[in-house]
């Protein structure tokens, strides 16, 4: 089954306790992207990343970092996790970004307290 | 910078009426624009996508509209059904940038 995971799903962690969030595509999609989803604020992308190698930032990078250093695999690392990190962040990927349909993850929910 | 707005906020309907979803955008340099359903505590399924050389498509019940030189698009929904009920979102990937912007979508609420 085509599909984008994402763990943990849930997670409640304490300021400073670096942490990363998995995603793992298992469509050989060229495009993964962060988002993170906050009420208000909508969804606002965090990182992608075109292909292996290739990582740029979204529109709110600050405090996150990512790697891709495989095409399935594209890790959201918190080095120093802060209270207004809190929200609910989505992993998404697609075959290419100008054609291709956006696939998402179902969600990690995150608590830093 | 681009930017995507979506009317209404929330929309309550009755069952089996025909209804329009609207997003507009400021940048008419895109890629494509898709428009999603996300159910609460759920990921995003994605419903329709428009290539920014078309005018719509169409799936089931549902039909999206594409308009670049006016920066709009309308989701369709035919003879909605309490089923339909979700958040409705849309994104444009930017044609300058590799950016994919939502908006910030319209709840709809479709009563038995």
């Known amino acids: 089954e085509a599909q984008v995971t994402q763990n943990p799903r849930y997670l409640i962690t304490v300021t400073g306790k670096k942490l990363t969030v998995t995603c793992s595509q298992n469509?050989?999609?060229?495009?993964m992207s962060w988002y993170r989803q906050d009420p208000g604020l909508g969804l606002r992308q965090i990182y992608y990343s075109m292909n292996v190698e290739v990582t740029d930032k979204g529109d709110v990078p600050e405090g996150y970092k990512v790697s891709r250093k495989e095409k399935r695999n594209f890790p959201l690392i918190l080095e120093s996790p802060s209270p207004n990190q809190t929200s609910l962040y989505f992993c998404?990927?697609?075959?290419?970004?100008?054609?291709?349909?956006?696939?998402f993850g179902e969600g990690s929910r995150l608590t830093v307290l | 910078k681009q930017e995507v707005t979506q009317i209404p906020a929330a929309l309550s309907v009755p069952e089996g009426e025909n209804l329009v979803l609207n997003c507009s955008f400021t940048d008419s340099a895109i890629y494509n624009l898709q428009w999603f359903r996300q159910d609460p505590g759920k990921g995003l399924t994605s419903l329709l996508l428009?290539?920014?050389?078309?005018r719509e498509q169409t799936s089931g019940r549902l039909n999206a509209s594409l308009d670049k030189s006016s920066g709009r698009s309308t989701l369709y929904i035919a003879a909605s059904q309490p089923g339909d009920s979700a958040t409705y979102l849309c994104?444009?990937?930017?044609?300058?940038?590799?950016?994919?912007?939502f908006g910030t979508g319209t709840l709809l609420a479709v009563q038995p």
């Open positions: 998404a990927s697609s075959s290419r970004l100008a054609t291709g349909e956006l696939f």
């Open positions: 469509m050989n999609h060229e495009y």
């Open positions: 994104a444009v990937t930017g044609g300058a940038t590799n950016k994919l912007i």
């Open positions: 428009i290539q920014s050389s078309q």
